[in-house]
């Protein structure tokens, strides 16, 4: 069964668990109102996949829930987060409920359009290239220019915050196991296991070994 189906988990709060994506237009109909033609970027989804996934949410509980899952491999400023539920809202997609009182926090949940707009974007394929941003790997490049020393110390650090990586993705995907489906916690996999090899190249190269194929 699909998370869609699934709705929200169980867990009121996961605790410490491409190339940019094309916009995709949606034509969104709520109960009170219908919207134009809507391009969803990328966090657009990742908002209306994180309030499928979760249940309803204010954005400062997207933002935890963010940073302790997607956020391991999907970088962008939290600030939106604050702001892409608005608009989701405004569009149809999400609903949006506002205390009476005291905070008067706004809480988001999914319409049936927004579900509707994440089962067409999971329909489409997906042929983006994955980004990365290094700065371990952006010094190594140009390496050649430096001292060896400060290589040396450059590769046993980076070897050093690797293997924490792994090892900390690692201690995630056990501790959410009875909570998140298979497929979330292959995400956790994948980092783990990638974090791990970065480790293994970075020792090699500490070790003296460097473009050996």
């Known amino acids: 069964?699909?998370?869609l189906a699934r709705g929200a988990l169980a867990s009121p709060l996961i605790t410490p668990f491409s190339s940019r994506k094309g916009v995709h237009p949606i034509h969104a109909?709520?109960?009170d109102h219908s919207t134009d033609v809507r391009a969803l970027t990328p966090t657009g989804h990742l908002v209306l996949g994180m309030v499928a996934l979760f249940g309803?949410?204010?954005s400062y509980q997207l933002e935890r829930r963010v940073a302790a899952t997607v956020g391991s491999f999907w970088v962008f400023p939290h600030s939106q987060l604050y702001a892409e539920p608005r608009k989701l809202a405004e569009a149809g997609l999400l609903e949006e409920t506002t205390e009476p009182s005291g905070r008067k926090?706004?809480?988001?949940?999914?319409?049936?359009a927004g579900r509707a707009a994440l089962a067409m974007w999971?329909?489409?394929?997906?042929?983006g290239r994955t980004?990365?941003?290094?700065?371990?790997?952006?010094?190594l490049f140009f390496a050649d220019l430096a001292e060896p020393d400060d290589v040396s110390r450059l590769a046993e650090r980076q070897a050093r915050a690797h293997r924490a990586r792994a090892r900390e993705l690692?201690?995630?995907?056990?501790?959410?196991?009875?909570?998140?489906?298979p497929h979330t916690l292959a995400t956790l996999k994948l980092g783990a296991r990638y974090a791990s090899t970065s480790a293994d190249f970075w020792e090699q190269l500490a070790g003296g070994?460097?473009?050996?194929d």
């Open 170 to 181: 690692a201690a995630k995907r056990r501790q959410l196991a009875a909570n998140v489906g």
């Open 1 to 3: 069964m699909s998370f």
């Open 29 to 31: 109909q709520s109960d």
């Open 131 to 139: 980004e990365a941003r290094d700065p371990g790997l952006l010094k």
């Open 56 to 58: 309803p949410t204010t």
């Open 122 to 127: 999971f329909a489409e394929p997906e042929t």
């Open 105 to 112: 926090r706004r809480t988001y949940s999914m319409t049936e």
């Open 209 to 212: 070994s460097g473009d050996d």
